[in-house]
């Protein structure tokens, strides 16, 4: 018997029988029909799916229905904490309630995210050895209150951050479980989640656990259970998020932590001063000035680049000395633990010895650059203390997700509300960068009226921000405050970099100053959510926002009811990965800018555009102040890319804004 999510979602289904005023939506219908076929009979669809459309009742509904039904089991994948609180405290609890099948739905978390109830009686015992701050010894104290209260034994269910010194004595560990020989063992709450997790129809885990998971099974095991079918919601993050988990980071502050956790030499406090393991503390000295010696070449190397963030085309010329240091050390710890007899603390020490012996490997692979088709690269940060970091991501990771995910897994949904790019809407930039070359596609508009809800207003007489980029981002000024006044606030302004953010907030304050507009700029540091917060309880403040505020943030009603696009969202063509990729399609024969840039940035802009619109009674304008989509070519790509509504072209001359 088909699965049948009509009988949910339709006119006569589950949903309205519950809810007198239902509107049944036809492109949430067409959306989980799409989903169902494509579990039923196999294979991969990719769905658009406008603002107001429901898409994740659309996928849920078939998704339990197959669990149910058909014995499947299933994956969400999302990129946000917010849309993942969503489907947990809300959808999936309302689904429940009305749809006859009974189903379990369970989050997934990584295993740091536990607290380890031998690890914690190890920590206390040895806590004078370990810790020197009092507030350590307090937050200890009130985690092993807590381990005795909290339902689940995750770091999120308690009321205060903990140091990270104090949680990664406690946290719960791959490489440093006894199993079934713990004492602790049927206490464990990351096993009670195993176990929660095997019998589960539905997970729901975030982007990175997923990908996380996928590096592993190539490994020969996996966090997650076998499944049948993947759904990934906000799928449009999943190319930035696989990159950053296919590859290497490693930085000099990491280094030192892993080191100090060891043995600290300002406190002579760690875990081998407890045990008086003195043939591993001279050897952590040893590490620590081969640690010095390496980022120190490597910074003076980075010093002679022109760009904070420099690409390493060839190995570097370093000695590997460090790496040498790590894994003596390692051989230090695994002699020492020899002598310990307890298992509990035995383990510790392992854990330890191989957490060096990893950090080793991951040096190595970065210096002899050891995977192929990687970009490698260098960022350093001044301060205090310099930082160094060492990155690596995948030129490409369609080939490994092609590899692991598409050509393992019977059925992939993908969905988001900015897969495609143009008019007609293609999808093919985004299957060629995951490397999904077979799957169907579907196009879903809004069920909002856009004509009547939103008006485009497009300023032409604003300096070519690529050819005039200092007299653009001088008269862009008068601009802003422009659209500001026709709102008198409201209103989210989306940046493309934090210099220009910065400049615009120190320009503009005398001026919303005057108008008693309340300013939250992003260059303040004050964190997205506080912005966020503060923003709704004012009904006239303005946002000024960057990278993380063109997706993501949802504030329906009057509240926004204007978002001033500054510069169309290109990225920056000097970051080593971007960098690289486009030399590769140029290598292949291919146009960069055109099957790259344009289509990564045309979405980046339907996110932003997205902001508005976030329920059928928003109204409101989107200003878009760079002249390119009126003078460029590729412009049209991204005007027919965005819904259709009434667009006016501003001639205004802009004057840079005083005060009265």
């Known amino acids: 018997m088909p699965l049948d999510p009509a009988s949910i979602l339709g006119p006569d289904g589950a949903v309205a029988r519950r809810l007198s005023r239902y509107e049944v939506r036809d492109e949430q219908l067409r959306m989980a029909d799409a989903v169902a076929r494509a579990i039923e009979g196999g294979g991969h669809l990719m769905v658009e799916a406008g603002t107001g459309v429901g898409k994740s009742f659309a996928y849920l509904v078939p998704a339990i229905l197959a669990a149910v039904e058909m014995k499947k089991k299933v994956v969400v994948s999302t990129h946000t904490i917010a849309l993942q609180e969503q489907l947990l405290r809300k959808d999936i609890p309302f689904l429940r309630s009305v749809m006859p099948q009974e189903f379990s739905a369970v989050l997934v978390k990584g295993r740091g995210n536990y607290i380890s109830l031998r690890r914690m009686d190890v920590a206390a015992s040895r806590a004078g050895s370990t810790f020197h701050r009092p507030e350590e010894f307090d937050q200890l104290a009130e985690m092993r209150v807590w381990a005795g209260q909290t339902p689940d034994g995750t770091r999120s269910d308690l009321d205060f951050k903990p140091l990270p010194s104090v949680w990664d004595a406690v946290q719960s560990e791959n490489g440093n479980c006894l199993g079934r020989q713990c004492p602790r063992q049927k206490e464990c709450f990351y096993f009670q989640a195993r176990r929660r997790i095997w019998t589960a129809n539905i997970l729901i885990v975030n982007h990175a656990l997923f990908v996380s998971d996928l590096a592993m099974r190539a490994s020969g095991y996996g966090l997650l259970p076998d499944y049948d079918v993947a759904i990934f919601d906000e799928a449009h993050t999943l190319e930035a998020v696989a990159g950053e988990h296919l590859g290497i980071q490693v930085s000099n502050v990491g280094v030192d932590y892993t080191l100090s956790r060891l043995y600290n030499e300002r406190t002579k406090k760690g875990s081998l001063a407890f045990y008086g393991l003195s043939d591993a503390v001279a050897q952590v000295r040893q590490a620590r000035t081969a640690a010095d010696d390496f980022f120190e070449s490597v910074a003076q190397w980075h010093g002679r680049q022109s760009t904070p963030t420099a690409r390493v085309r060839n190995p570097l010329e370093v000695s590997t000395a460090l790496v040498e240091e790590l894994r003596k050390l390692s051989t230090a710890i695994d002699r020492g633990a020899e002598t310990i007899e307890s298992a509990e603390h035995h383990i510790e020490l392992s854990a330890a010895g191989e957490r060096c012996d990893a950090l080793a490997d991951q040096v190595q692979s970065w210096v002899k650059q050891g ?269 027919n890319s965005l819904p259709d509504c009434p667009r006016i072209v501003d001639k205004d001359d802009f004057a840079r804004p005083s005060a009265r």
């Open 371 to 639: 995977i192929e088709q990687q970009v490698y690269w260098v960022e350093s940060e001044a301060g205090p203390r310099r930082r160094v970091r060492l990155a690596s991501a995948p030129l490409d990771v369609g080939p490994t997700l092609r590899r692991t995910l598409f050509e393992q897994t019977p059925t992939c949904i993908l969905t988001s509300a900015t897969l495609c790019v143009g008019s007609p809407p293609k999808f093919e930039f985004l299957k060629a960068r995951l490397g999904l070359t077979r799957a169907e596609t579907l196009a879903l508009g809004s069920p909002f009226d856009y004509p009547n809800q939103v008006k485009i207003h497009l300023a032409r007489n604003l300096p070519d921000p690529s050819s005039q980029p200092q007299d653009f981002e001088r008269d862009v000024i008068g601009a802003i405050a422009h659209y500001l006044e026709r709102t008198q606030g409201k209103a989210f302004v989306l940046f493309t970099s934090y210099k220009m953010l910065e400049a615009a907030a120190r320009a503009l304050t005398p001026w919303l100053a005057e108008r008693n507009i309340a300013l939250f700029a992003q260059s303040d540091g004050l964190p997205r959510s506080k912005m966020v917060e503060a923003f709704k309880s004012d009904v006239n403040s303005v946002i000024f926002g960057a990278d993380s505020f063109w997706q993501g943030v949802d504030v329906p009603g009057e509240s926004l009811s204007n978002v001033i696009i500054v510069r169309l969202p290109f990225s920056v063509p000097t970051h080593p990965l971007l960098e690289a990729r486009l030399e590769d399609i140029r290598r292949r024969g291919g146009n960069p800018f055109v099957e790259y840039q344009i289509p990564e940035a045309v979405i980046k802009l339907k996110q932003g555009f997205g902001r508005l619109i976030r329920t059928r009674t928003d109204r409101g304008i989107v200003a878009i102040l760079d002249p390119r989509v009126l003078t460029k070519p590729y412009g049209k790509t991204f005007l």
